[in-house]
Each structure stands twice: as C-alpha cells, then as structure tokens.
Nanobody
Framework: QERLVVSGGGLVQAGGSLRVSCAVS??????MGWVRQAPGKEREFVAA????????NIVDSVKGRFTISRDYAENTVYLQMSTLKAEDTAVYYC???????????????WGQGTQVTVSS
C-alpha cells in the first residue's frame, strides 16, 4: 500500500492563492491527481498529471486558475490554486494511479484530505 502524504491547504480569502502538495512515500512513479469533495456533494475530479509530467487533465471549472505539476525527483505533486472562489471550498484529496492514464483519472491509492476554505 502506497502512502500519499498531503500538506498545505487552509483558509484563504476569495481571489487569493494556495498550494497543496502530495508526496509519495515510495520510489514508484504514478499518474497523480487531485479530487475534491465539498460539503453535501459528491467527490469531484479536479486535475491529474501523467507519470512524466508531460500531460495534464484539468476540469473546466478550475481551468485557467489551477495548475497541477510534479517534481519527479521528489516524487511529489502540487496543485497551485489561484483566483480562488468560495465554491472551491472543499476537502482536497491526493490520489495515485498505477496505469499511466489520466483520461479519465481512476485512482488506485488515496491520500488523506486537506481542507481548503475560501472566504468570500
């Protein structure tokens, strides 16, 4: 069982920026992504990046505001969130997929969630 360690998150004002990180404990490189869940709603795919970092898949609702990237050497993936809106408030989960395919992104492993709260 792979371990995904999430850091970052917190409280930010609308229009602000925040970055969340997810470090994979082992040496295996996965396709990585982020999924969020707002109160009373189902989990929603946010963004994914392939193993080499050459391809990304980002949901339309955050396109142009969120960027997913990875540090291959550190085996860490980042979600940079800008121009945040109240509707971005959710618990953000990191996830990993063994198969290097992100269209769609179907995780095999999950990290713990981190709360992102955007105040309006």
């Amino acid at each position: 069982q792979e371990r995904l360690v999430v850091s970052g998150g917190g409280l930010v004002q609308a229009g602000g920026s925040l970055r969340v990180s997810c470090a994979v404990s082992g040496r295996t490189r996965y396709a990585m992504g982020w999924v969020r869940q707002a109160p009373g709603k189902e989990r929603e795919f946010v963004a994914a990046i392939n193993r080499s970092g050459t391809s990304t898949n980002i949901v339309d609702s955050v396109k142009g505001r969120f960027t997913i990237s990875r540090d291959y050497a550190e085996n860490t993936v980042y979600l940079q969130m800008s121009t945040l809106k109240a509707e971005d408030t959710a618990v953000y989960y990191c996830a990993a997929r063994l198969f290097d395919h992100i269209w769609p992104f179907a995780p095999d492993y999950w990290g713990q969630g981190t709360q992102v709260t955007v105040s309006s």
